[in-house]
């Protein structure tokens, strides 16, 4: 089935109306890298004013939720710490309350200190991470390095700027070692935009150590419900009275279909118009499609 584009005011209206809580992605629907899509500050201020409820919900598993805040603040959009939920926060979230992770266990880290402090937050003792002995890797390799740890119970991966061969080998040696073990993934994106352009994501780099371990990994984010689990854990809204938003087929989009949630498909992100209206349209399908999210600003006018 073909979705609607929307682009009247009458369509907007009418959506808007239908909607108390508002999923939103952020890169690709709020801002572009640095710079916030024309007209977004103005639906977002109009959604609080309306009293709608605002959830910000990103797969970034390098930014604690505050630092999501003060991304939004820089941005100048506002944001609550409430309102913030990345894929980080849920990881930690999952393992404290899902898991009930030992507290005589810690976590091997691979991943920034967003994700450190999210763990931090719960109270979860971690290794790794943004310790320089990890850190700061050159070679040449000193195998006696990776030695078996059972005190480790769980390799949580996620976008890691210094991703190393030394990295990559301890958490394999501790999850070939010990069966008990978790492998989680805060998402498997395989790229992420920013500048203009797509990079490898947190799901390319980590997938060295899904290979070697031969683990299935336990995957968070976007699109898993895990994901949503955590979000209504904590926010309670009716889901049929919810829209996701995003600019992604396969994270955002599949999200809210995995978690029986209506979806509006942004474009200007990483998903071209020929995916849902070409002569091959993608499998995954959007209930609605509009052009840019900050076109909902036009309803400010009548405010």
């Given at each position: 089935?073909?979705?609607?584009?929307?682009?009247?005011?009458?369509?907007?209206?009418?959506?808007?109306?239908?909607?108390?809580?508002?999923?939103?992605?952020?890169?690709?629907?709020?801002?572009?890298?640095?710079k916030v899509v024309p007209g977004v500050k103005i639906v977002l201020d109009m959604f609080r004013e309306q009293g709608k409820k605002i959830i910000f919900v990103t797969n970034n598993g390098t930014k604690s939720r505050r630092k999501l805040k003060e991304t939004f603040?820089?941005?100048?959009?506002?944001?609550?710490?409430?309102?913030?939920?990345?894929?980080?926060?849920?990881?930690?979230?999952?393992?404290?309350?899902?898991?009930?992770?030992?507290?005589?266990?810690?976590?091997?880290?691979?991943?920034?200190?967003?994700?450190?402090?999210?763990?931090?937050?719960?109270?979860?003792?971690?290794?790794?991470?943004?310790?320089?002995?990890?850190?700061?890797?050159?070679?040449?390799?000193?195998?006696?390095?990776?030695?078996?740890?059972?005190?480790?119970?769980?390799?949580?991966?996620?976008?890691?700027?210094?991703?190393?061969?030394?990295?990559?080998?301890?958490?394999?040696?501790?999850?070939?070692?010990?069966?008990?073990?978790?492998?989680?993934?805060?998402?498997?994106?395989?790229?992420?935009?920013?500048?203009?352009?797509?990079?490898?994501?947190?799901?390319?780099?980590?997938?060295?150590?899904?290979?070697?371990?031969?683990r299935d990994p336990l995957v968070i984010g976007k699109p898993n419900k895990h994901m949503m689990d955590a979000i209504l854990a904590h926010h309670k809204f009716d889901p049929s009275r919810a829209l996701?938003?995003?600019?992604?087929?396969?994270?955002?989009?599949?999200?809210?279909?995995?978690?029986?949630?209506?979806?509006?498909?942004?474009?200007?992100?990483?998903?071209?118009?020929?995916?849902?209206?070409?002569?091959?349209?993608?499998?995954?399908?959007?209930?609605?499609?509009?052009?840019?999210?900050?076109?909902?600003?036009?309803?400010?006018?009548?405010?």
């Open positions: 089935m073909t979705p609607p584009f929307l682009k009247t005011r009458e369509e907007y209206q009418k959506l808007i109306d239908s909607v108390d809580t508002f999923l939103l992605d952020c890169d690709g629907v709020i801002y572009h890298g640095p603040d820089k941005l100048g959009l506002g944001a609550t710490i409430d309102e913030c939920f990345g894929s980080a926060y849920a990881s930690a979230v999952y393992l404290a309350e899902v898991m009930n992770f030992p507290k005589d266990k810690q976590v091997y880290v691979v991943g920034e200190e967003g994700l450190e402090e999210e763990l931090d937050s719960f109270g979860i003792r971690h290794c790794g991470g943004s310790d320089p002995e990890d850190r700061n890797f050159k070679p040449p390799i000193i195998w006696e390095d990776f030695k078996p740890d059972n005190s480790v119970g769980a390799v949580l991966c996620a976008f890691d700027s210094w991703i190393n061969y030394k990295k990559m080998a301890k958490a394999m040696t501790y999850l070939r070692n010990n069966p008990e073990c978790v492998l989680i993934q805060t998402n498997t994106d395989p790229t992420f935009p920013t500048h203009g352009s797509l990079y490898p994501g947190s799901g390319s780099l980590s997938i060295g150590i899904v290979n070697s371990s031969k996701m938003v995003g600019d992604n087929l396969l994270t955002d989009i599949e999200f809210g279909l995995n978690s029986d949630i209506r979806t509006l498909l942004v474009m200007g992100g990483v998903t071209p118009k020929e995916q849902i209206y070409g002569e091959n349209p993608s499998k995954t399908v959007p209930t609605f499609v509009i052009e840019s999210f900050g076109d909902l600003s036009v309803l400010a006018d009548k405010q």
